[in-house]
């Protein structure tokens, strides 16, 4: 069975761009969460979609949104590129909701360049 | 809210020696607890997890065991392995349970 897979596995874009993030979760999932790596740091959270809804919120700006698709797929845009942003964005899909009953699988990750 | 601190690293070992990275929470009641591992170059995967208080999770000889009075989720290797070499994480799930919190992460690296 495929893996959580994220596409592009690497980008580079300069300050004031837009840039966005594709994951597809595994088969049967149906709750996508992004997550920011900072190097040397741990991930933080982003957003959480289940069921096309948003149901988590973490604390970024409003430069960064996403959606996720009839098929479970999500997307995650960033705009007005800062240098900040450069991070690995992690995608991590489970079957329902709570991160506490629901094991999150995640992608290997974009690692996003802003320059 | 919720939140996790674990050890700073870097964390230099010799293969077969024992090793400890320690993890301590603050929470709201009892929330399940994980530790990850970040392999170079990859995504972040499930290491082992405890659901309650006193619960042992393990996977691949690695222990941690669920301290709810000292708070803690200490994780432990008896021998590690040139391949244990890795990020780890300790995580535990936010207030409103939509996110998991992750320590800044322990750099591990054994040598033969």
């Known amino acids: 069975d495929a893996g959580v897979t994220q596409s592009p596995t690497h980008l580079i874009k300069t300050r004031g761009q837009h840039v966005t993030l594709r994951c597809s979760p595994i088969?049967?999932?149906?709750?996508v969460s992004w997550y920011q790596q900072v190097l040397g740091q741990g991930p933080q959270f982003i957003f959480q979609?289940?069921?096309?809804?948003?149901?988590g919120r973490g604390n970024f700006p409003d430069r960064f949104s996403a959606r996720q698709f009839p098929n479970y797929s999500s997307e995650l845009n960033v705009n007005a590129l800062l240098l900040g942003d450069s991070a690995l964005y992690l995608c991590?899909?489970?079957?329902?909701?709570?991160?506490?009953?629901?094991?999150?699988?995640f992608g290997p990750g974009t690692r996003l360049t802003v320059l | 809210g919720n939140s996790v601190t674990q050890m700073e690293g870097p964390v230099t070992l010799s293969e077969e020696a024992f090793l400890t990275i320690n993890c301590t929470y603050t929470?709201?009641?009892?929330?399940?607890l994980f530790w990850y591992v970040q392999y170079p170059g990859e995504g972040l995967q499930l290491l082992l997890k405890a659901t309650k208080a006193d619960d042992k999770g393990s996977n691949k000889g690695f222990e941690a065991t669920y301290r709810k009075e000292t708070t803690s989720f200490h994780l432990e290797k008896g021998s590690v392995q040139v391949s244990d070499s890795a990020v780890y994480f300790c995580?535990?799930?936010?207030?409103?349970?939509?996110?998991?919190?992750f320590g800044k992460g322990t750099t591990l690296s054994v040598s033969s």
């Open positions: 929470a709201t009641g009892y929330p399940s």
């Open positions: 979609y289940y069921e096309k809804e948003e149901r």
């Open positions: 991590a899909s489970s079957p329902g909701v709570s991160s506490s009953y629901n094991e999150q699988f």
């Open positions: 995580a535990l799930p936010s207030q409103a349970g939509t996110a998991l919190i």
């Open positions: 088969s049967g999932h149906k709750s």
